[in-house]
């Protein structure tokens, strides 16, 4: 499924080019960068981060973006009567992202791209990275206040490479077009 979401979002950006014509809704003339400043729950590990994410619009229907997240929650647990924490220290990643507009105001989208989280088990007194590199691919909406401003909430699933569980994270932010 990941790889088919994959193809679909690379195939979009290359063609995306050929598609531009200045009378187009592909058109990238009126391309517009974003940022967005919100919060990030990470569901499997129960942590989360203040997440920002920088993009551009290239058209109505394509963005490419980045987003950094640092971790403000962490998780405490406890096994056999020893005490730990799960820390949710940064994450990084990229996506395309492709967008449907419904309405003036409201649009859904799916993204796709790769990442790295990074988080670390503390129990006992000995502390292990548990977090790593992902494919990463989700859904969301966003509604548009106005031109320039938005409420953006969003799911992402986080398929970490070496045969680590996948984790779900929700994000609700606040978007700025410049």
């Given at each position: 499924?990941?790889?088919?979401?994959?193809?679909?979002?690379?195939?979009?950006?290359?063609?995306?080019?050929?598609?531009?014509?200045?009378?187009?809704?592909?058109?990238?003339?009126?391309?517009?960068?974003?940022?967005?400043?919100?919060?990030?729950?990470?569901?499997?590990?129960?942590t989360g981060a203040v997440q920002g994410r920088m993009g551009i619009e290239l058209n109505r229907y394509l963005a490419v973006?980045?987003?950094?997240?640092?971790?403000?929650?962490?998780?405490?647990?406890?096994?056999?009567?020893?005490?730990?924490?799960?820390?949710?220290?940064?994450?990084?990643?990229?996506?395309?992202?492709?967008?449907?507009?419904?309405?003036?105001?409201?649009?859904?989208?799916?993204?796709?791209?790769?990442?790295?989280?990074?988080?670390?088990?503390?129990?006992?007194?000995?502390t292990t990275d548990v977090g790593g590199d992902h494919w990463s691919y989700g859904a969301g909406a966003e509604f548009k206040?106005?031109?320039?401003?938005?409420?953006?909430?969003?799911?992402?699933?986080?398929?970490?490479?070496?045969?680590?569980?996948?984790?779900?994270?929700?994000?609700?932010?606040?978007?700025?077009?410049?």
């Open positions: 499924m990941r790889k088919i979401i994959l193809l679909a979002a690379a195939a979009a950006a290359v063609s995306a080019p050929a598609m531009a014509q200045s009378t187009s809704p592909w058109s990238m003339d009126n391309a517009r960068g974003y940022g967005s400043l919100g919060y990030s729950y990470l569901e499997d590990a129960y973006e980045t987003e950094v997240g640092v971790g403000v929650k962490d998780k405490d647990f406890s096994i056999l009567g020893a005490e730990g924490t799960l820390k949710h220290e940064w994450d990084a990643a990229g996506y395309v992202v492709g967008k449907i507009p419904v309405g003036q105001n409201f649009e859904v989208f799916a993204r796709g791209g790769y990442g790295h989280t990074e988080m670390k088990r503390e129990i006992a007194g000995v206040m106005n031109e320039d401003n938005g409420i953006r909430a969003d799911w992402t699933r986080r398929d970490f490479r070496d045969d680590r569980e996948s984790g779900d994270a929700y994000s609700v932010s606040y978007v700025r077009r410049f």
